[in-house]
């Protein structure tokens, strides 16, 4: 009896000391710990951009290693903060920014007629106002237009709305000032740099906020080959390929344009943005 008595107590302590134990390494490692890796910052920013590049004429985006991954052929997907960045068919776009330069623009206009392709121009307003016979022979030869703000003002997402909408507006009024009915269906924000006030005012004055999915990064002046290859070997169905036809010394991003356009071309098509 009392041999039961004791084994039977002896059973209830260890139970509670094992619960004990149990509940104490439980409490050592919750699962909330301070030690867990954080949560990627709501305010990071964004794929595409980066903080660190200096306020001048340049795109801000990540390597051209680093382009997102994507299923070929899925169109809809989107940049950062729902910006456009495929075509959504099979046929890549082409995209030059800025734009219209006398020396630069030119040459591809002549190579994209040469090999029969359409591109979208995204413009720069104090330089529709220096050459508007460009924008005048861009939209004559069947591009699209793409409003890429009035000076290049790489942080004017972050100005007021209104600044913002008067600096898009002046840009448009500019381009309209010689093709009175221009479409300028798009707006792309130097560096790619969103923000949320920038979208919304480009859709409200019905432009769509473009972006892009391969940025050979030709501002960057590698070769001609350089650029070629980061161009061929990104591109996938529905990319929008970023290329720069103004805002430096283009001579690299004008000699890579025959190849980029014939393997291009033959792969998946090319069709301006409509
Ligand atoms: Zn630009």
């Not at 307003?125 to 005048?136: C, D, S, Y």
């Amino acid at each position: 009896m009392f041999g039961r008595a004791a084994a039977a107590a002896l059973l209830v302590l260890l139970t509670l000391l094992t619960g004990c134990a149990s509940d104490g390494q439980r409490g050592a490692q919750p699962p909330t710990a301070p030690g867990s890796p954080p949560e990627p910052s709501p305010t990071a920013p964004a794929p595409g951009t980066d903080p660190a590049v200096p306020p001048t004429n340049r795109p801000t985006t990540p390597s051209p290693t680093k382009t997102p991954k994507r299923s070929p052929g899925s169109g809809g997907k989107s940049g950062p903060l729902n910006t456009k960045r495929v075509t959504g068919v099979k046929a890549v776009a082409l995209t030059f920014d800025d734009g219209p330069h006398p020396v630069w623009t030119p040459k591809v206009l002549d190579q994209l007629r040469a090999a029969k392709v359409k591109a979208t121009f995204c413009l720069v307003g104090t330089q529709v106002r220096r050459h508007p016979e460009l924008v005048a022979r861009i939209v004559r030869e069947g591009h699209s237009l793409c409003n890429h703000s009035w000076q290049h003002d790489l942080e004017l997402g972050k100005k007021s709305e209104a600044e913002i909408r008067a600096n898009l507006e002046r840009t448009n009024r500019e381009i309209r000032r010689i093709i009175p009915d221009a479409k300028i269906p798009y707006y792309r924000q130097p560096g790619g740099k969103w923000t949320a006030s920038v979208t919304k005012i480009s859709r409200e004055l019905g432009m769509t906020p473009l972006h892009w999915d391969v940025d050979p990064r030709d501002w960057d002046k590698p070769s001609a080959g350089t650029i070629r290859t980061r161009v061929v070997d990104h591109a996938r169905a529905g990319s929008i390929v970023l290329l720069h036809d103004g805002g430096g010394d283009r001579t690299n991003t004008v000699a890579a344009c025959p190849g980029i356009i014939a393997a291009l071309k033959s792969k998946y098509g090319i069709a301006r943005l409509k």
